[in-house]
């Protein structure tokens, strides 16, 4: 047993409820990074909702009018089947990207300007843009060239806020903003505890909240 789960133990058998924790070891959920197009939002621990609870989120866009952006962490329960009959697609994850619009696709990538219409979120970071251009380039790409020269995500909906309800849910300590985390962790797939790795990325009392566990009862 690590120090850190040690010490999750004695924290639970000492005040029963996480939540308080939290305000009796002054933890609270906040950092002093700022948030902007391009950053990561990491859930609160305790936020008690079916498409947020420990999720990190890519905020492709942030304005005073809206906000946009896609849940990395949560994922379906099958692969990418639509474009079955493309090779290099038939081992892609697709993820659900937020509540809004499920029955649209929408795609991250690495390819920038190679990829007509597409969005820059930041640098070495891209939304949408021609998406048969997208598969004429999979198509051509070897498979083993797949995740190292390019790198796509695909996402079926996606998050959005209205003007001010992302900053009130910031105020409300709902979620901390990131700008630290790299653009590989960002596009990949294989992070089976995104949420956890990305708070921890964060050091000081926010590696200790990453250990947490999702029921009081289970440490």
Same mark, same amino acid.
């Given at each position: 047993m ?12 000492? &005040?029963?409820?996480r939540?308080?924790i939290?305000?009796k070891?002054?933890l609270p ?5 700022i948030?902007?197009t ?12 079916? &498409?947020?609870k420990?999720s ?11 906000s946009f ?7 379906t ?7 079955s009959?493309?090779e290099?697609?038939?081992e892609?994850q697709?993820?659900?990207? !937020?509540?809004?619009d499920h029955?649209?696709?929408? &795609?991250i ?5 190679k ?8 640098? !070495?970071?891209y939304?949408?843009g ?8 999979l ?6 060239n ?10 079926? !909906? &996606? ?7 992302l ?22 797939t294989n992070?089976?505890?995104l949420?956890?790795k990305?708070?921890a990325?964060? !050091? ?15 440490n």
């Open positions: 690590t120090k850190l789960e040690i010490q999750n133990k004695v924290l639970v058998c000492l &005040y029963g409820r939540e308080i939290m305000k070891l002054n959920f906040i950092n002093n990074q948030l902007r391009g950053s990561l939002l990491i859930s609160d621990p305790f936020l008690d909702d079916p &498409y947020f420990r990190v989120v890519l905020i492709c866009e942030h304005s005073q009018e809206s952006g896609f849940v990395l962490n949560n994922y329960e099958h692969k990418y089947f639509p474009f009959e493309i290099p697609l038939q892609m697709l993820a659900i990207g !937020g509540p809004v029955d649209k696709l929408f &795609y990538h690495n390819l920038g300007s990829i007509p219409g597409a969005q820059k979120i930041k640098n !070495g970071l939304f949408g021609d998406f048969d251009v997208l598969i004429e380039l198509k051509n790409e070897p498979i083993e797949i995740d190292t020269n390019i790198s796509v995500r695909f996402f079926c !909906g &996606y998050s959005g806020w209205d003007e001010k309800q900053d009130e849910e910031m105020q409300e300590h709902s979620w901390i903003a990131v700008n630290n985390i790299p653009n590989e962790i960002i596009l990949s992070e089976n505890q949420w956890k990305c708070l990325l964060q !050091g000081d009392k926010f590696e200790l909240i990453s250990n947490f566990p999702l029921n009081p009862l289970d």
